[in-house]
């Protein structure tokens, strides 16, 4: 998953009729098209795009602009790992894990430096993902402490939390949605990752974050009108209480919102009302967000 047109031209700074217009003449971008037909943005083509708008602010002439970018892209080219190199970044996360585990900030920082050349989606699912399920895990076997999890959950936690703010929450015009967590409910890691794909997929995100009591929840949505609110419950929750919280928001949010509840926590056979999703599974929650 890409950047769409709309989200390149929030974070560039120029209007989606100048970028149609850039493209059609030089031809310097060339996305690649998803299956439903849209444009789909690499951050190596967001990046090329600031550099070249820096200079036409300069005083250069659009064409000088791009020439330049291609002088200066040629001899240092950062290329973005393929799918083959897929266990070079396996080597990548269990050395941030190393990292993580001696407090090692400086080796910690360096190591995601390296990522640069990959699309948020890629740093999300092939790095940072599988780092916080090994996390939990080694902790829950006793191989990590509380202090050495919390450590590395709260590094992983700002590399999210810096991909959404880099890309602006979102286009300004786009849809938007809530994402928040259950009531009680203190990690919000998968919250966050799924945060970063709504927003490149032209939400605009309202985080809310983690441990939203119900009321506040509410009243956001009927102020804001979402078009989708997005709650995680990975901790077990109890099942009249989450259903009762979900009929009770579903009745707070306006008809054309959609409501989406879901991860681990969430007990099987769950009653909801109509217009509200509820999916058990991380892997199926993405598919669900793809499907928007």
Known sequence: MGYRIKTVAELVGISKGTLLAWERRYSFVVPERAENGYREYTDADVERLRRIKRLVEEGYKISEAISLTHEAAAPAAVVA?????VGG??????????????????AATALNERLAGLSFQQRIEQV??????????RWAEGSLSVAQEHFASEFCREQLAAMLISVGYGPKEGPTAICATYPGERHELALLSLSVRLA?????????????????????????????VLISVTMPAQRAALEQYITTLRAACPPQTR?????????????????????????????ELNDL
């Open 89 to 106: 970044l396996c080597q990548l996360q269990k050395e941030l894990l190393e990292a993580l585990r001696r407090y090692d900030l400086t």
């Open 259 to 287: 409501v989406t509840v879901g991860g681990p926590g969430v007990p099987e056979e769950v009653v909801v009302p109509r217009g509200v999703a509820v999916i058990t599974t991380l892997s199926a929650l993405i598919r």
């Open 128 to 137: 940072f993902m599988p780092l916080l399920i090994e996390v939990g895990e």
């Open 200 to 228: 490149l997929t032209g939400y605009r995100v309202r985080y809310l974050g983690a441990d939203l009591p119900l009321k506040d929840l509410c009243d956001t949505a009927r102020q804001v009108a979402p078009r989708l």
């Open 81 to 85: 790992p393929s799918s083959v190199e």
